[in-house]
Nanobody, 114 residues
Framework: QVQLVESGGGLVQPGGSLRLSCVASRTIFRILTMGWYRQAPGKERELVAR???????YYADSVKGRFTISRDNAKITLYLQMDKLKPEDTAVYYC????????WGQGTQVTVSS
């Protein structure tokens, strides 16, 4: 299994920015399509963005134009740059392969509030 450790969350005002990171434990990461997911209180976990090993990306409509997913295969790290944050972006954010495996990390909390 690939262990995944997310970081970079925090409290930010509406309109602000955060950059999330996800470090993988194994180099198999380099060939996987990876995704960022989020789960808000009382809601199901949803896919926010994904990126293939070759760099092709997909974004959910709710974040398109505001979030940017990227990866550094040399560092086996996945990133999510989040700009123009909204209160509805508040959630715990997770990284996982796409499609997702059962191997979830602890996630990182993002709270957007004034």
């Amino acid at each position: 299994q690939v262990q995944l450790v997310e970081s970079g969350g925090g409290l930010v005002q509406p309109g602000g920015s955060l950059r999330l990171s996800c470090v993988a434990s194994r180099t198999i990461f380099r060939i996987l399509t990876m995704g960022w997911y989020r789960q808000a209180p009382g809601k199901e976990r949803e896919l926010v963005a994904r990126i293939t090993s070759g760099g092709s990306t997909y974004y959910a409509d709710s974040v398109k134009g505001r979030f940017t997913i990227s990866r550094d295969n040399a560092k086996i790290t996945l990133y999510l740059q989040m700009d123009k944050l909204k209160p509805e972006d508040t959630a715990v954010y997770y990284c996982n392969s796409s499609p997702a495996s059962d191997n979830w990390g602890q996630g990182t909390q993002v709270t957007v509030s004034s």
